[in-house]
């Protein structure tokens, strides 16, 4: 069974902080990494996705890929309130079309 | 805001009983794929439909079914509720299928819960 895991936190960093979260994922073979915020009480939203190896930078967010050990990780620099809430990342399989989401890790983001 | 409306928000049913639940995917989007959220947990994929067909299947049994509709809306409909069923249902739309590079753009979502 392809797996993706997250630490489901909750992750506390201060007002200004960098918010360091983390995926891994079971699948070699898997070409495209996705992070969705999800606010409590509502839907996932995509924020970020990342196809190659490196880094990729979007304003405030950098997602971080490293297909040799398999695991994605999303950076949120001067961490926010408004930044807290879960964030789910999301996997496709190597030949499939539809995404494996992780749990989710809780981030809370104190002033 | 995607654009992906989901009916309704809010539903309480009780053990045995059948739901549909609705969606209208994002204008120019002709695949819509239905997810299940339990508490803490993320996404379960159920099922996608692509231009009226049923494009993959989760792991759900059959009592979960579907539809999909010439203007792409869908439907989803759960038969024979049981109590595990409560959970956050999520449409989500995309604009093609079969790409490995897929967004996902979701509906606001329809929380059900079974008693």
């Known amino acids: 069974q392809k797996e993706v895991e997250q630490n489901s936190g909750p992750l506390s960093v201060p007002e200004g902080a960098i918010a360091s979260l983390n995926c891994t994922y079971s699948?070699?073979?898997?070409?495209?990494f996705f992070w969705y915020r999800q606010y409590s009480g509502k839907s996932p939203e995509l924020i970020m996705s990342?196809?190659?190896?490196g880094d990729k930078e979007d304003g405030r967010f950098t997602a971080q890929l490293n297909k040799a050990s398999q695991y994605v990780s999303l950076l949120i620099r001067d961490s926010q309130p408004s930044d807290s809430a879960t964030y789910l990342c999301?996997?496709?399989?190597?030949?499939?079309?539809?995404?494996?989401f992780g749990r989710g890790t809780s981030l809370i983001v104190h002033p | 805001e995607t654009g992906v409306t989901q009916s309704p928000t809010h539903l309480i049913k009780t053990r045995g009983q059948q739901v549909t639940l609705r969606c209208s995917s994002q204008s120019g989007h002709n695949t819509v794929s239905w997810y299940q959220q339990a508490l803490g947990q993320g996404p379960q994929f159920i099922f996608q439909y692509y231009r009226e067909e049923e494009n993959g299947r989760g792991n759900f049994p059959p009592r979960f079914s579907g539809l999909q509709f010439p203007n792409y809306s869908s439907e989803l409909n759960v038969n024979a509720l049981e109590l595990d069923d409560s959970a956050l249902y999520l449409c989500a739309s995309s604009p093609e299928t079969g790409a490995a590079n897929e967004k996902l753009f979701f509906g606001s979502g329809t929380q059900l819960s079974v008693l």
């Open positions: 990342i196809y190659s190896n």
């Open positions: 999301a996997v496709h399989p190597g030949g499939s079309y539809i995404p494996t």
């Open positions: 699948d070699r073979g898997s070409q495209s």
